[in-house]
């Protein structure tokens, strides 16, 4: 029996939320993941929970755990990663080659319907690849997933520019502040402290989502250059601005993937990093400490690759047509 998310008797809600056949369906999904990535000869690998840097990235908070051991010197505050994506990296840059890694990612303040602040992600990375491509692939991972449920979803991929356009007639990279807040029609919100970039995301949530047909995998492409990340920068020389070549696959108005074809450019990314903490700064949050060691692989060199990272998770609520993610997990954060 499932219970509603909150906190509750540990004498009574001992136990798990999800149903023993969802926790054997995840079992299974993880077996055909490891099973599709070793047909393919990409490696299995773990890398560091917790790290001397935290993710900059202004709309994602991390968790911290202070050593009380010895450091040699190192800093006692350790970052809970948000994502294995700097240490995959820095295996790429040394010459490993081809790899994923499924496991545990935590993010602070993300408890509720839809999140808990540990879950499950799979990433991987494939040299010489481009984001357009590992789009193609990411949805042959989640049919693997829908496969196991007697469903198969065909994948459509989709400019942002041309999604935006087709769908809410204007032009994302191109339209006023004005014409994103009058897009959102009877969506109303607190303007104070929004950016262009938080309209353009609030149209995608509030407008766009909903509408997204579960019957088709939606990849969206090629995003504003403002919301490039750890993508890079594309310029068409056609006179359209410049984009970022990433990718985020929907299932549904469920965001299930992003992806992107990979900055290389260990100065950039730099920069990447200290715009991340002026936001931060305005929002008077806290400021993660960069990771120097990534910066020193992207110096030595990042070989040309594109990356995905999938919720495990959001799969699994797909795969069971469920908006709770405590019907895929064991203990959610409110029973652990």
Known sequence: ??????????????????????????????????????ERDVVEVETPVMSVAGNTEPNIDSFTSDFSGRSDGGPRTRWLRTSPEYPLKRLLA?????????????????????????????????????????????????????????????????????????RLGLDPLTASEEVLRKALGDVVLDPTGLVRDDWLDLLMTHRLQPGFSDETMLAVHDYPATQCALARLRDDGDGSPPVAERFELY????????????????????????????IRQTRADRIPPTDPRFLAALEAGLP?????????????????????????????????
């Open 1 to 38: 029996m499932n219970v509603p998310h909150s906190a509750g008797d540990p004498a009574t809600d001992w136990r798990p939320q999800a149903r023993f056949s969802a926790l054997k369906l995840r079992a299974a999904l993880n077996a055909r993941i490891r099973g599709f990535f070793a």
């Open 251 to 278: 299932l549904g108005p469920l965001e299930l993937a992003n992806g992107y074809h990979e900055l290389t450019d260990a100065a950039e990314q730099g920069a990447r990093f200290q715009r991340d903490g002026r």
């Open 304 to 336: 040309d690759c594109a990356g995905v990272a999938l919720g495990v998770d959001r799969l699994m609520m797909a795969m069971l047509r469920t908006d709770r993610i405590a019907d895929v997990i064991a203990f959610d954060f409110f029973r652990a």
């Open 94 to 166: 040394a010459g490993f080659g081809d790899c994923y890694e499924l496991g545990r990612v935590f993010r602070n303040g993300e408890a509720g319907a839809r999140h808990n602040p540990e879950f499950t992600m799979l990433e991987w990375y494939r040299v010489g690849w481009d984001h357009r491509r590992l789009a193609q692939e990411t949805a042959e991972v989640i049919n693997l997933g829908l496969d196991l449920v007697g469903r198969q979803v065909p994948l459509v991929q989709v400019r942002y520019r041309d999604l935006y356009h087709d």
